[in-house]
T-cell receptor, first 113, second 117 residues
Framework: TQLLEQSPQFLSIQEGENLTVYCNSS?????LQWYRQEPGEGPVLLVT?????EVKKLKRLTFQFGDARKDSSLHITAAQPGDTGLYLC?????????????FGKGTKLSVKP | ETGVTQTPRHLVMGMTNKKSLKCEQH?????MYWYKQSAKKPLELMFV???????ENNSVPSRFSPECPNSSHLFLHLHTLQPEDSALYLC????????????????FGPGTRLTVL
């Protein structure tokens, strides 16, 4: 069974601090996505990474896909209260015929003013 | 706006009721999904429809019955649910991975918060 482990599960920080969230697996993924979910809403896609070692930036958010395509990280610089939410990583099964995503449990981030 | 809508947003039902959840996507996608999201658990994939055919049924109890009349609409029919079925039910859509170069970017609706009494 493929699993994606996210850490930390919970993170509470002050506005302006930096943070990194991790997503790890023993399985190889053909691509990996990060979503953010706010209370009472569905997850919203932030980014997709495909190539091992790939780095993508979205304003203050930096996403990296591990060289072996088994792990990923999300780094937020100078966090703001608007960054508060549940961050989910999801991997696409390498070679899977149905292309179903495997989701991690998420990291719940709270950024206090 | 995500292009995927779900109704109702909130539903309270008794264990003997029959109700249906509705999902509609306006993104031109040809794959649709039902997920269950419970506290402290990863998103659980329930059903997948690709090109209007059900391609995945992840050991979901028969009290949940999906229906996909066309590529834009997806229903989840509920019957004699249990209190442990209370959760957020999310619908998502995507291009089919084989048509999208092996990438499966899913777009989610806002979900239906279901409470079973």
């Amino acid at each position: 069974t493929q699993l994606l482990e996210q850490s930390p599960q919970f993170l509470s920080i002050q506005e302006g601090e930096n943070l990194t969230v991790y997503c790890n697996s023993s399985s190889v993924f053909s691509s990996l996505q990060w979503y953010r979910q706010e209370p009472g809403e569905g997850p919203v896609l932030l980014v997709t990474v495909v190539t091992g070692g790939e780095v993508k930036k979205l304003k203050r958010l930096t996403f990296q896909f591990g060289d072996a395509r088994k792990d990923s990280s999300l780094h937020i610089t100078a966090a703001q209260p608007g960054d508060t939410g549940l961050y989910l990583c999801a991997g696409l099964n390498y070679g899977g015929s149905q292309g179903n995503l495997i989701f991690g449990k998420g990291t719940k981030l709270s950024v206090k003013p | 706006e995500t292009g995927v809508t779900q109704t109702p947003r909130h539903l309270v039902m008794g264990m003997t009721n029959k109700k249906s959840l509705k999902c509609e996507q306006h993104l031109g996608h040809n794959a649709m999904y039902w997920y269950k999201q419970s506290a402290k658990k990863p998103l659980e994939l329930m059903f997948v429809y690709s090109l209007e055919e059900r391609v995945e049924n992840n050991s979901v109890p028969s009290r949940f019955s999906p229906e996909c009349p066309n590529s834009s609409h997806l229903f989840l029919h509920l019957h004699t649910l249990q209190p442990e079925d209370s959760a957020l039910y999310l619908c998502a859509s995507s291009r089919t991975p084989t048509l999208a170069g092996g990438i499966n970017e899913q777009f989610f609706g806002p979900g239906t918060r279901l409470t079973v009494l």
